[in-house]
């Protein structure tokens, strides 16, 4: 990332140019903006790029759906300041390797999470009505995210998503924790990307737990498949006999 | 004050739960008016974004029913509705919608009584969370 | 707009009785599209069928809709009277409002009537979304497989091959026959069991077109109708055969008493198959006690077993001929028909004895100085009556297999809750499974007698001709296809597919999900799996699904009070 105008934003920069003053300190969601690029950078040289740890997570998501080829990418690891694990309500902040920075702990929990899980239901839908009533669907969310990999979201669509104006109600929330359900790398871009503040990463973390209580799978390893994608053989399901035949 | 009366969505696959609630009817088994049956060929094939949508728009319980594991007419297609509805209660809960408003369950051929058992638990389980409160909710 | 037509079928008193058909017919009018609703006492009957004919073409309607039974059963029917009317037969949809309303709310009759409505809007709004479709065929294998080498199996083989059909009859045993082997005569003429068999296995030997595999089990299956490959067992060797159509003739087992009635203890105490294996050896039966529904007609085995009484019959008349005596120990002697009831009054004219007992006050059998004695309260006289015999027997039930779970895995077809397979329909289609292709006979459907088994073999093996004959299948066009546009290749469909139907591949410069829709079964199972909703599955849109949900909110959260 280079400033300019005051303002901080990604920068490509070619074999031999010279990188000048550039900023790590910002967080930035370059996978995404690399997915973008991927298709245009056909010379099929090898591309180097910035990973955090929840970057090299979206890759392992790329890499796994075949959009990248693996062997062009380089991984410069960077790890988060302490600062940037806080505001992300980061457990899992250190790359493989570690080009760039000291390498800090994890934080343990997110306190908006624990807060939620601990009121009623009622409550909790009380607050979730009010942050959802803030969308005004501008896509934000999606556009950033680095494992959205549809050209056209289909919470576009009216299929799903039946109001007409904005806000949209409450399945276009419920649709894209679903479809981030096996995927979300707890980047926490959705939240920060938002203009009306709705705390989205915490949304993405209850759903994470939840999966991962289910299912012992975290989204961002390139080896495992999603149980979502897999058959049950060899899994105890309870309660599923037949008890007429 | 007249009884709440809720109303639910149920996804049927053609080859078992469909024929189960067919057998019902044919057994004439009474239950209640509420479930509206939509039959599909497999339960894997019921998008949870049709039950997240149902769920937003006010129906205050969505039963998916299919074959029991291991009976599938589809050999694995089961496999995946167990997988994926789960999860689909789970994000119901972390927004505060009580998750027993959706149900997953295996009716076979073979069990009338089974459909019978579950519906009317489901409408019972159901009436006593009262309406769902997405329906009063204008965003 | 399409032009809907919606048909309301009174199905006599089984729906109008409870849903009042005129009042959903009334508010089928209103539904955005309908340009005609109309209501028939028998809408699957000559005339009703004719009315919505005549109905299609006067109002030029494009999509049918009709209020009725199931379409499990009915579809086809429907189906062909739109492409009568030249109305694409994928245009049609069926509502069931008998089955899933007015049977099953019965005493409800104005709540089933608003639900009727209900399903009838949610029925509409996905007939206004439907598209025409074109079907697939697809070849047929010449060749047929008969599961069981019993007396049902060997007389679908035998027909099937002698309709030229190459016909795999596989066996578990090392022997054909199955119980047919045990017994000595056939009520009610004493036919020779024995003749009845070498002759039905002579025709099957003396078939070029039959293939008999002994020892054999079917250990996998893939394909549909037309296009099956089964995995055999062959004395553990692994046998591969194709073929485009399945009998199951697995037949049945008699149930083993476990110690009730001094089974096993008393001396003399024997199942009424033994019994035949001693008759069949010649021995002479002496005084002979019949007890009947020995394990059956009583709570956990509710069935009535069918063939005991009979049999009872057939060998207490036996016994007299051999010079013993014969009582009959019964709850009910269920002698239906015209010959079997003729045999009872044979048996009872030339002296067969027979007591009437109740599950209050069951027979007591015990071990006695000159061999056997049964004590039982007579029902009629109202008293305790004891009688000494030589042999006893208990009438048994027929039970399912053992592996009749196993089959039914391996076909995918359902069973009853007793074990024993159930077919598609009762009564419209007795000898077939709800799953094309796959066909069932004999015992392994219920109990049934020699006469019975010969005639759903006969039923069975001309059905399976059908497919075969025709040499083509038509595949129903409910498979599923991928957008383009919206596909982006996640891959989560090509993961999902049981049938590795769906490829990813390079289709204008952009990769996208392909089905091919040979390999496509249409379970719709990549539909949840993607996330972009590209893939669609023919019949079973997301559009069409939606427009339901949105139809059932509106129908039952918006107009109601």
Known sequence: MREEHGNVAPVMIAKGEDPGDVRTDVPYQLMTILSNLYPWMSDGKKIAVLTRRCDEKALAEIFKRGYFDRARIVQIGLACSKEQIAACRCSDPVPSTVDIGEPHAGVGSDALSEKLMNMSSEERLRFWIYQFRKCNKCFACTANCPVCFCDECVLEERTFVPERGVPPGMSFHLIRAYHLADKCIECGECERSCPAGIPLLTFRKLVAKDFRDMYKFSPGDDKNVSPLLTTLEGEALEGDECNEC | MTEFKPTILAFCCNWCSYAGADLAGVSRLQMPTNVHVVRVMCSASVKPEYVMKAISQGIDGVLVLGCHIGDCHYMTGNHRTAKRIPVVQKILKDVGIDEKRVRLDWVSAAEGEKFQKVITEFVDEVAKLGPNPLREVAF | ?561
């Open chain 3, 1 to 561: 707009m399409p032009r809907i037509g919606v048909f309301i079928c009174h199905c006599g008193h089984n729906i109008a009785s409870t849903v009042s058909v005129e009042e959903v017919a009334k508010f089928a009018a209103t539904l955005p599209g309908v340009v005609i609703a109309d209501h028939n006492l028998y809408s699957c009957s000559e005339e009703g069928l004719n009315s919505i004919r005549k109905s299609i073409e006067q109002n030029k309607l494009d999509r049918v809709v009709v209020a009725a039974c199931t379409p499990r059963t009915h579809e086809p029917l429907f189906r062909s009277v739109c492409e009568q009317a030249g109305v694409n037969k994928y245009l049609f949809e069926f509502v069931n409002i008998r089955e899933h309303c007015s049977w099953i709310h019965a005493k409800e009759p104005s709540s089933a009537t608003e639900k009727a409505k209900r399903l009838v809007a949610m029925g509409v709004s996905k007939a206004a979304l439907l598209e025409p479709q074109t079907e697939g065929e697809s070849n047929v294998i010449p060749a047929a497989l008969v599961i069981g080498g019993g007396l049902a199996g060997l007389r679908a083989t035998a027909s099937l091959a002698a309709q030229g059909i190459e016909t795999h009859l596989i066996e578990k045993e090392p022997r054909l026959g199955g119980l047919l082997n045990d017994i000595t005569t056939l009520a009610p003429y004493s036919e020779s069991a024995d003749t009845l068999l070498q002759e039905l296995v002579d025709e099957v030997r003396g078939s070029k077109r039959a293939h008999i595999h002994l020892n054999s089990k079917l250990r996998g299956l893939t394909g549909f109708v037309g296009n099956f490959k089964a995995t055999l067992d062959e004395a553990g060797k692994k046998k591969e055969i194709e073929i485009g159509a399945i009998i199951v003739a697995t037949g049945a087992n008699e149930l083993q008493p476990e110690g009730e009635y001094g089974y096993g203890s008393v001396p003399g105490v024997v199942t009424q198959l033994e019994f035949e294996r001693t008759l069949k050896r010649g021995e002479k039966p002496g005084d002979t006690v019949f007890i009947q529904c020995v394990g059956s007609r009583q709570p956990g085995r509710e069935y009535c077993s069918r063939i005991c009484c009979n049999t009872s019959l057939k060998n207490a008349l036996k016994v007299l001929e051999a010079g013993g005596t014969a009582t009959i120990i019964h709850r009910d002697i269920m002698s239906y028909g015209t010959v079997w009831e003729e045999m009872y009054r044979k048996a009872s004219e030339k002296g067969v004895r027979f007591i009437r007992y109740t599950l209050n006050d069951i027979p007591h059998v015990r071990s006695h100085a000159s061999g056997t004695a049964v004590d039982v309260f007579d029902e009629t006289l109202g008293e305790r009556i004891h009688l000494d015999a030589n042999r006893v027997v208990l009438a048994t039930p027929l039970i399912s297999q053992k592996d009749s779970a196993e089959v039914g895995k391996l076909l995918k077809v359902p069973r009853d809750k007793h074990g024993f397979f159930l077919e598609a329909h009762v009564k419209l289609r007795p000898v077939e499974f709800a799953t094309d292709g796959v066909f069932i006979c004999g015992t392994a459907r219920w109990p049934s007698s020699v006469r019975e088994t010969l005639s759903q073999a006969l039923g069975a093996a001309a059905k399976a001709a059908i497919p075969i004959k025709r040499g083509k299948v038509v595949i129903e066009s409910i498979t599923a296809w991928a957008d383009p546009d919206k596909c982006a290749a996640c891959g989560n469909c090509v993961a999902s597919c049981p049938y590795e139907a769906i490829e990813i591949l390079e289709q204008d410069g952009k990769r996208v999900a392909k089905v091919n829709e040979t390999q496509c079964k249409g379970c719709g199972t990549c539909v949840a799996a993607c996330p972009n909703d590209a893939m669609q599955q023919r019949g079973f849109t997301t559009r069409q699904l939606s427009a339901m949900i949105d139809s059932l909110v509106k129908h039952a959260l918006e107009e109601s009070p």
